[in-house]
């Protein structure tokens, strides 16, 4: 698998000078199978998927978009699209089922709408499919996925282990394990859904959004410490952790700084850049 960060911030975009290194677009991951040219499997659809239309070469977009949750961060980028928005695109997007039974495009409706917004999902050109999932196994262009519930405020999240029958990634951007107690270091449990995602994963990409001292006044927003991400890389037997979903106001020098601390870790540590590409 060749993974493309496409936006790796949380929450907001962060545009300006202080965030040039690793990027101010809000989640997207895009993977290309190794034997695939293009990318064909998009986690996250924030602003960052504008992203992944240059990764194209000009070819509208044929795959599956699958969404962690529906927070802002990563849905906006939907209408922005190029190579979703397009003619000849084929497109399944999947979003985690929800608790009231609304179908994907009704919930997606809800914010890509008149007036919040001039169209709607079924609106986009090219041939589009809207749907739900629940917790399970699926497969998709080539792709084994196993979705999981895991704790974040505000609505069902899914975490999700992709694998191409040679490589496994596991993808948990946004996380709140303190939901289910301080865990044996004071940054939540490495409960069964996440550590069972991340088994003996090649890399697990991992909300970072906190530091440890940040935890007691901001835990509560939904998100987990970097700290965490490593230890769950390491208590799960996951070969590389890659930090993502930074925090908005984070500026390039704080996340290299937090780096730096991480680098002595039992596996290796990589703070999530936009435009990065990683080879499993």
């Known amino acids: 698998m060749r993974l493309y960060f496409c936006g790796t911030r949380g ?79 084929a497109i399944t997007l999947l979003l985690p089922e929800q608790e009231d039974g609304a179908c994907a495009e009704a919930v997606l409706e809800r914010g890509m709408s008149p007036p919040h917004f001039p169209i709607r999902p079924r609106d986009l050109r090219g041939a589009w499919t809207f749907s739900t999932l629940a917790p399970g196994h699926y497969a998709t262009g080539g792709f084994d996925i196993e979705a999981r519930e895991i704790p974040h405020k505000g609505g069902i999240t899914l975490g999700y282990r992709v694998s191409d029958g040679r490589s496994v990634l596991a993808y948990l951007p946004d996380h709140c394990p303190t939901l289910l107690g301080p865990g044996p270091d004071g940054w939540g449990e490495y409960h069964a859904a996440a550590t069972t995602l991340a088994k003996d994963a090649d ?17 509560s927003f939904g998100h987990a410490a970097a700290d965490y991400a490593v230890g769950l890389a390491v208590a799960a037997g996951a070969r590389h952790a890659v930090l993502f979903h930074h925090r908005p106001d984070r500026v390039d020098d704080a996340l290299d700084q937090l780096g730096r601390r991480l680098s002595g870790a039992a596996v290796p540590v990589t703070v999530a850049a936009e435009k990065g590409i990683l080879r499993l």
């Not at 890399?203 to 835990?219: K, M, N, Q, R, T």
């Open 11 to 89: 929450s907001t975009p962060a545009p300006g000078p202080d965030f040039i290194r690793y990027g101010g677009h809000t989640s997207c991951v895009a993977i290309a199978r190794d034997d695939d040219a293009v990318p064909t499997l998009i986690l996250d659809a924030g602003t960052g998927l504008r992203q992944v239309t240059p990764l194209l070469a000009g070819r509208p977009f044929t795959g599956t978009i699958l969404l962690s949750h529906l927070h802002w961060d990563h849905v906006h980028g939907l209408p922005f699209f190029g190579a979703g928005d397009a003619e000849g695109a």
């Open 203 to 219: 890399v697990l990409v991992h909300d970072a959004s906190l530091l440890p001292e940040e935890l007691p006044a901001e835990a």
